[in-house]
């Protein structure tokens, strides 16, 4: 199983990004997928996750209105559209998929988000 982060880059406040998560190896339609970031001194936090439904997805509070989470089960790909990007939400930014309550079992490597000016 491999899930292959993208899409992450340098951007100036209020820029955007679209983040990409490409997932092989498992059966896409059955894993919900997390995005989740850590910031340099600080604890790993979720951002967003897609359900296996079309339940509603989960938005962080610091991210909501400003980030959209999507998926394309024919492509095997999340995607996470990041606008009004801020200096605070600079991080590196990992994606996960899960088919167990409470536990992710598989991680991508990362993609990095840089917000400067």
């Known amino acids: 199983v491999q899930l292959q982060a993208s899409g992450g880059g340098l951007v100036q406040p209020g820029g955007s990004l679209r983040l990409s998560c490409a997932a092989s190896g498992l059966t896409f339609d059955n894993y919900g997928i997390g995005w989740f970031r850590q910031a340099p001194g600080k604890a790993r936090e979720p951002v967003s996750f897609s359900r296996t439904s079309d339940g509603a997805p989960y938005y962080a509070p610091a991210v909501k209105g400003r980030v959209t989470i999507s998926r394309d089960n024919a492509q095997n790909t999340v995607y996470l559209q990041m606008n009004n990007l801020k200096p605070e939400d600079t991080a590196i930014y990992y994606c996960?998929?899960?088919?167990?309550?409470?536990?992710?079992?598989?991680w991508g490597q990362g993609t990095q988000v840089t917000v400067s000016s």
């Open positions: 996960a998929a899960t088919s167990v309550v409470g536990r992710y079992e598989y």
